[in-house]
C-alpha cells in the first residue's frame, strides 16, 4: 500500500535574490525531500528564476488568485524567515498573516519554521500577531529574543526555540587555503549613515594595508538592496557561487544575519555590525563582539577586532543547535503525517 502525498506550500521571502532567504529555501527543500512523501510548491517573487533553480514548482506570489488557489490544494502551509516584523516593511507583515489566516480558514495545517520575530512596533500588528498565531499548528523559532518577543505579544500556544534553518543543511567540506593575505568578508547592507561608515571601513583598510597583508573583499547578499561598495566587489549572489568564497575566508564583518551563520558553520571568526536586533541576539550567542554604530569608535573598535583575530583560530560549537534544527524537521512530518 502506497503512502500518502501530503502537498506543502512554502512561504517566505523567497525569489527576491536575498542569499540568506534562498540558503532557509535550500534547506527546506532538501530535508523536506529527505524525509519523502512531499509534494512541494513554493511562493515566490521570481518562479521561473526558484523553479529551474530548486526544481520546485513554483507561484507568484503576488497572484491572489493563483495563492488563494494554492493555498486551498495544499494540505500544508509553512512559512521560514524572518516574516513577521515591520521595520522595513509595515505591508509585509500583513500578507504573512492573511497566509496564514487564509490557511487556517480553509482547514490548512499551518506551519511557522525557524522564524525569526520582530520587531514589531506597531499595535495593530501586535495585535493582529497575536491573534492569528493563536491558531497556527506549530511554531518554531531560531532565537531567544524571538521567544521573547512573542511571549510577549501574548502568543499562548506552545513554542519551541531551535535554530536557523540554514543549520539543517549539509555543507561540504571545503579545505581552507593558504593566502597571502589576510582575507576579511565584509557584508554589508543599507543602514543609517552608510555612507559615513563605509567610508570608515575603507579607511581601516587604508590602515591595515601599509603594516600588514590585508585584503577587504566586500560580498553582496542581496544585489537590489546592498549598494555598490567601493574596492574589489562580489556582485553574485548564487548560492553556488558565493558559498565557497565564504568558506575561503579568514574573517567575516557582518551586517547581515546570515553570513553570521555561514561564518559559525565554517568557524570563520566574525564579528557584526549592530543594525539590527538579530545580528546583536546571534552575537550575544556566540559571545562574539557587535560593532554599534558609533561615529565617535566605530573605526577604532574594527580596526582592533581585525588585528585581535589575524592569528586566532576559532571554533564555534554549533552541534547542538544543528541537532535541535534537524529534529525539528521532524517535527514537521509528525504534525502532518
Known sequence: MSKVIKKILIFGYFGFGNLGDELIL????????????????????????????????????????????????????????????????????????????????????VILFSQGIGPINFFLNRWLVKKV????????LRD?????????????IKLIVTGDAVYGLNFPKYKRRLHSHFRVGIVLRQFKSYKFFVKEIQEVYSELVKFRRVEFIFFSFHLSKDGVFEGRTIVKSDIKELIPK????????????????????FNIPFIGINCDEKIRNFCDFFKVECLNLRKNDFKKRLKSSIIKYMNKKVRYDITEVKRKVKESFKLIKGEVM
Open 26 to 109: 535550500l534547506s527546506l527543500i532538501k530535508n523536506l525531500e529527505q524525509m519523502g512523501n512531499f509534494s512541494i510548491s513554493v511562493l515566490s517573487a521570481n518562479p521561473l528564476k526558484t523553479s529551474e533553480e530548486f526544481k520546485v514548482k513554483a507561484i507568484k506570489r503576488n497572484n491572489v488568485f493563483s495563492v488563494i488557489k494554492e493555498i486551498f490544494n495544499n494540505d500544508i502551509l509553512l512559512g521560514a524567515g524572518g516574516l513577521l516584523q515591520d521595520k522595513t516593511s509595515k505591508k509585509s507583515i500583513l500578507y504573512y498573516l492573511g497566509l496564514i489566516f487564509l490557511g487556517k480558514l480553509f482547514g490548512k495545517k
Open 246 to 265: 565564504i568558506a575561503s575566508l579568514d574573517m567575516i564583518v557582518g551586517a547581515r544575519y546570515h553570513s553570521l551563520v555561514l561564518a559559525s558553520i
Open 133 to 140: 498565531l493563536n491558531k497556527v499548528d506549530l511554531i518554531t
Open 144 to 156: 531567544r529574543g524571538s521567544f521573547s518577543e512573542l511571549k510577549k505579544i501574548g502568543v499562548g
